[in-house]
C-alpha cells in the first residue's frame, strides 16, 4: 500500500462515480466550451470575447472539478468511516489525504486541457503562447484548490451539505474570474483586490498571461503575484487541515 | 378534510423543528441566501454612479431566483432523500400518516423558509438600496410563495432521480445556474448576449415566470398580462405532481 494505491482508489472512483460526474465534469466543461463558443457567434469581437470567457471559465473547472469534489468525496467518505479505515491499514495519513489531492488535480488539469484545445477548434481560440506557464499555473492551482476543498471538509457537519457548503466559493470564483460576464464591473472597485486575491483568481490572471503577449522575462515578472497569492492559500490550507481536519464523523 | 391539514402541518412542524435545530445548516443556508440575495444587488446599487432601480431590481429578481432555487429545490432534494436513506419516510408512514401529508408537509416547511428568507432579502435592499417596496406586495408575496412551492416541487422529483443523498445538491446546480442566468442573476449583459431560443428556453423555467410577475409587482401594472407566466407555473407544478405522484420511492434502492 502506498501513495499510488491511495491515487488509483480515488480515480477508480472518481470516474465510477456516476452520479458526480454531472457536477464535477460535465457541468464544468459544458460551461468551459460552451460559453466562449457562445461568445464567439454572438459578439462582433468573437475570438477575443470567447478567449477572454474562457479563460475565466477555467475558474469554475478549478472550483466545481477540484473544490467540489474533493470536498463531497472526502466528506461521504468521513461519513461513511472510509477514512477511519484507511487509517487502520499501514497508509500514513499523509499518503491517503496526498493521494486524494493527485487524483483531483489530475483529473482537473485533463480537464483544463481538453477545455482549451476543445476551445480552439469550436471557437478559434488561440493555443497559449506559453504552455508551459499555463501547465504550470494549471498544476499548481488545482493543487492549491483541492487541497483548500480538503480542509473545507472541517466546516462540513455532515455529508449531503458539502456541494451546498461549497457553492459560495463556485459563485465567488465565477464572479471574480470574469465567467459570469463582466458583471464585476458594476461593483465596487474596493472589492475588486479581494476577489483578485482568490487562488481561483491567481490561477486565471497566470492563464492570461500565458495567452497574451510577451516575453519570457514578462511572463515570469506577471507570475510573481499569482505565485504568491497561492502559495498563502496553500500556507492557509496546510495549517487549517493540521488543526481541523476530521478523520470520523463527530458523532462517532 | 381536516386530519390531512393537521397531518400536513404535523410534519411541517417536525420538518421545521430538525431545520432550526440544526444550526451549522441554517447559518450556512441564511447566509448563503442573504449574501447571494441581498449582497450582491446592494453592492452593485452602492457602485452605480447614478440611480438605476431598473438595473438594482433585475439583479434582485436574479439573485432571488437563485436564492430561491437554492432553498427550495436543493433543499427539497438533500432534505427527502436523507430522510429516505435514515428510513425517516418509511417510519413516518408506517405511522399512519399519508403519504401527500408527509410530502405536503416538508413543502410547507420548506416554502415557509424561502418566503421568510425571500422577505429577509428584500428588506434589506428596501433599507439599504433606492429600490422602493412593490407596488402591488401581495402579487408579488404571492408570487414568491407560488414559486418556492414549484421549486420545492422539483425538488421532490431530483430526490426521486438521484440515487443517494450526497448527489442531490451537485445534481441540482446546472438547474440553479440555468435558473440563475435565465432570470437575470448574471447581470443584464448576460442576458442580453443569449440567443433567442437560448433566452426563449430558460424563460419556460418556473424562475422565468417569477421574474415576469415580480416585476408587475415591483412597476405595476395589468394583471391580464400575467396569464402566460401563471400558466408556466401551472405546468410546472402538474408535471411535479405527476411524476411525484407516479414515481416517488419511500425506500432507498438497496
Known amino acids: 500500500m502506498s501513495l499510488t ?87 500514513t495519513d499523509r499518503q491517503i489525504l496526498l493521494g486524494e489531492v493527485a487524483n483531483t488535480v489530475t483529473q482537473t488539469v485533463a480537464l483544463m486541457f481538453v477545455s482549451a484545445v476543445a476551445v480552439h477548434l469550436l471557437a478559434d481560440v ?28 472541517a466546516a462540513i457537519p455532515r455529508g449531503e451539505l458539502a456541494a451546498v457548503m461549497t457553492l459560495p466559493f463556485f459563485f465567488l470564483a465565477g464572479l471574480a474570474s470574469g465567467a ?36 519570457l522575462g514578462s511572463d515570469l515578472a506577471a507570475a510573481a503575484v499569482p505565485t504568491l497569492v497561492l502559495a498563502a492559500w ?3 490550507a496546510l495549517l487549517s487541515i493540521r488543526r481541523w481536519f476530521r478523520w470520523e464523523t463527530r458523532k462517532s | 378534510m381536516v386530519t390531512p391539514v393537521r397531518e400536513v402541518l404535523a410534519v411541517a412542524r417536525l420538518g421545521g423543528r430538525l431545520f432550526w435545530g440544526d444550526g451549522r445548516a441554517v447559518g450556512g443556508i441564511a447566509v448563503l441566501g442573504v449574501c447571494l440575495g441581498a ?58 400518516l399519508r403519504g401527500r401529508a408527509i410530502i405536503g408537509g416538508e413543502l410547507v416547511n420548506i416554502v415557509t ?71 437575470g442573476g448574471y447581470g443584464p449583459f448576460v442576458t442580453g448576449l443569449l440567443p433567442g431560443w437560448v433566452q426563449w428556453a430558460l424563460d419556460l423555467l418556473p424562475t422565468g415566470a417569477m421574474v415576469e410577475i415580480a416585476g408587475l409587482a415591483y412597476r405595476g401594472g395589468e394583471l391580464a398580462t400575467l396569464t402566460g407566466p401563471v400558466l408556466n407555473l401551472t405546468v410546472w407544478a402538474l408535471l411535479g405532481l405527476v411524476a411525484v405522484r407516479f414515481l416517488f420511492r419511500w425506500d432507498p434502492r438497496r
Open chain 2, 113 to 183: 423558509q424561502a418566503t421568510l428568507l425571500s422577505a429577509l432579502v428584500s428588506v434589506i435592499l428596501y433599507t439599504f438600496t433606492y429600490l422602493p417596496p412593490p407596488e402591488l406586495p401581495l402579487l408579488f408575496a404571492a408570487c414568491v410563495v407560488a414559486v418556492a412551492g414549484v421549486l420545492a416541487l422539483i425538488g421532490v422529483v431530483f430526490s426521486i432521480v438521484t440515487r443517494r443523498p450526497d448527489l442531490n445538491a451537485p445534481a441540482t446546480i446546472p438547474f440553479m445556474l440555468a435558473s440563475a442566468v435565465g432570470a
Open chain 2, 39 to 96: 449582497g450582491l444587488p446592494l453592492l452593485i446599487a452602492a457602485s452605480l454612479r447614478s440611480r438605476d432601480v431598473e438595473v438594482v431590481l433585475g439583479m434582485h429578481l436574479g439573485m432571488l431566483a437563485m436564492v430561491l432555487t437554492v432553498v427550495a429545490t436543493t433543499q427539497t432534494a438533500v432534505a427527502l432523500s436523507t430522510r429516505r436513506e435514515l428510513l425517516v419516510l418509511k417510519r413516518l408512514r408506517a405511522s399512519g
Open chain 1, 126 to 153: 488561440p493555443l497559449p503562447r506559453n504552455p508551459v506557464l499555463f501547465a504550470a499555473f494549471a498544476v499548481a492551482g488545482s493543487a492549491v484548490v483541492a487541497t483548500l476543498g480538503v480542509a473545507w471538509t
Open chain 1, 180 to 215: 459570469m460576464g463582466p458583471i464585476m464591473n458594476l461593483l465596487p472597485s474596493w472589492l475588486h483586490p479581494l476577489l483578485a486575491a482568490l487562488p481561483t483568481s491567481a490561477v486565471v490572471d497566470a492563464v492570461r498571461t500565458s495567452y497574451g503577449p510577451g516575453t
Open chain 1, 234 to 236: 496553500a500556507g492557509i
Open chain 1, 5 to 91: 494505491a491511495t491515487y488509483k482508489l480515488s480515480a477508480r472512483l472518481f470516474w465510477r462515480d456516476k452520479g458526480m460526474l454531472l457536477a464535477s465534469v460535465i457541468l464544468p466543461l459544458g460551461l468551459a466550451i460552451g460559453m466562449p463558443t457562445l461568445m464567439r457567434n454572438v459578439q462582433a469581437d468573437g475570438v477575443t470575447a470567447a478567449a477572454q470567457m474562457f479563460m475565466g471559465t477555467l475558474a469554475l473547472i478549478l472550483s466545481g472539478t477540484a473544490f467540489l469534489n474533493i470536498t463531497v468525496a472526502l466528506t461521504m467518505r468521513r461519513d461513511q468511516l472510509v477514512l477511519k479505515r484507511l487509517r487502520t491499514t499501514r497508509l
